[in-house]
């Protein structure tokens, strides 16, 4: 039987909220638009860009969100190029969970709003790139909360759904487990608040990051 645990990335093992409002911000600005608020910002997070956008201005038409979308990538990459991005820590503790999952012999993997280009960099930069057997980007589906994604990784790592467990910090995620049938894993220190993540579907909802290894070993779906 091969236990899977999916983690989303921005949010629940990273906290990378001030490169993406900045880039964000950017975008805008170029467009001659007035950023929102960082809150505001900080709620899509999860969703791919062009969905984030829709949901940021949507009053705008389909050609503005994209140019927004894109406007966002360059400004990212930029800041990449320019050494100008703010460090984006692993939560204190994630690392230590990933080593404990997966010596215990769960199989790891991402699910994320973020690019290919975008998830390895991260993986990359804290040396748990060959912790995940399965990366699930926007680069190859539909935004989150569609269950793509879940689907994908779960056939990727030969598991099934009554062996997964989602992990992730926003609504986005706990409704995408529930249309995949997995468990929903919430995590209290992301950009959604611990009521919206009930809302949403969450099973348990992890206040501390320690408290992933039981939550995440009791891999039940709902009914």
């Known amino acids: 039987m091969i236990r899977l645990a999916?983690?989303?990335?921005?949010?629940?093992?990273?906290?990378?909220?001030?490169?993406?409002?900045?880039?964000?911000?950017?975008?805008?600005?170029?467009?001659?638009?007035?950023?929102?608020?960082?809150?505001?910002?900080?709620?899509?997070?999860?969703?791919?860009?062009?969905?984030?956008?829709?949901?940021?201005?949507?009053?705008?038409?389909?050609?503005?969100?994209?140019?927004?979308?894109?406007?966002?990538?360059?400004?990212?990459?930029a800041m990449r190029a320019s050494g100008e991005l703010a460090d984006e820590p692993l939560f204190e503790g994630i690392a230590d969970v990933l080593t404990t999952l997966a010596d215990d012999g769960w199989v790891l993997g991402v699910a994320t709003g973020k690019s290919d280009r975008g998830l390895a960099h991260i993986l990359a930069a804290h040396g748990i790139t060959d912790r995940f057997v399965t990366l699930q980007t926007a680069d190859r589906h539909p935004s989150k909360p569609d269950p793509a994604m879940l689907f994908a990784a779960i056939a990727e790592a030969g598991a099934t759904a009554a062996t997964t467990a989602m992990i992730g910090d926003t609504s986005f995620d706990m409704a995408m487990a529930r249309a995949a049938r997995v468990r929903a894993v919430g995590v209290a220190w992301g950009y959604h608040a611990v009521h919206e993540l009930s809302d949403a579907g969450a099973d348990v909802v992890a206040t501390a990051v320690p408290e992933l290894l039981h939550m995440v070993a009791d891999s039940r779906t709902r009914p």
Not at 6 to 16: A, I, K, M
Not at 20 to 42: H, N, T
Not at 52 to 62: E, G, S, T
């Open 6 to 77: 999916v983690f989303d990335c921005d949010g629940t093992l990273v906290d990378s909220q001030a490169n993406i409002c900045v880039a964000c911000e950017r975008a805008f600005e170029k467009a001659g638009l007035v950023p929102p608020p960082r809150g505001d910002i900080r709620r899509i997070v999860g969703l791919s860009l062009v969905e984030a956008m829709q949901v940021l201005l949507p009053q705008a038409d389909d050609g503005l969100h994209r140019s927004l979308a894109a406007d966002y990538k360059a400004a990212f990459h």
